[in-house]
């Protein structure tokens, strides 16, 4: 599946590599603003970083567990190179009178780091939910299973799914330099 989307006119895959940390967005272009995150963090804090980008009007959704490394060149060397990952993702269908507008979700494998990043991000964005319990968050949102790339890491990762107003500035700008800043903690 991956093999095939990597294929198509116009789906660009990226991939830096730089400190042991990296930032992973799978749904580029598809999930606005999520491969901009992912490398603006990566720049801010020299993380390492692994996104692809599907053109304008372009929709093929793959799960995230279907990313095969096995079938890119790139994404097995980013997880190779890197210790611990922060997948961003993006979810949305959300009507403005929703909760859910101004809920993240905070899943992956790594429990204890999800529950420090969902800290440092509460206090830089007070006037979002980041919901950290798995129990809280719907089963296909988890990002838990040992097929998705977030969970292909040596000590493991965090899935953040994001509303669709936290990935647009200024908030967008506040999440960066947040995500950056825990990059750079986890560096040291």
Known sequence: ????????????????????????????????????IAWRAAARSGASVYAIVQPDGFRWHIPSHRHDPRHSEALAAFLAHVDVVVSVHGYGG??????????????????????????????????????????????????????????????GGVQIELPPRIRRAPDADTLVEALASFARGLSR
């Open 1 to 36: 599946m991956l093999d095939a989307l990597l294929a198509r006119p116009g789906v660009l895959e990226h991939c830096e590599l730089g400190a042991r940390i990296g930032f992973l967005a799978l749904h580029g272009g598809l999930e606005a603003g999520t491969a901009e």
């Open 94 to 155: 959300l009507r403005a009178s929703d909760r859910r507008w101004t809920t993240a979700l905070v899943g992956g494998r790594d429990r204890v780091l999800a529950r420090a990043i969902a800290a440092a991000l509460r206090r830089s964005l007070p006037a979002y939910r980041w919901v950290d319990d798995l129990d809280a968050i719907p089963r296909h949102l988890r990002g838990v299973h040992p097929g998705n790339p977030v969970n292909g890491t040596r000590a």
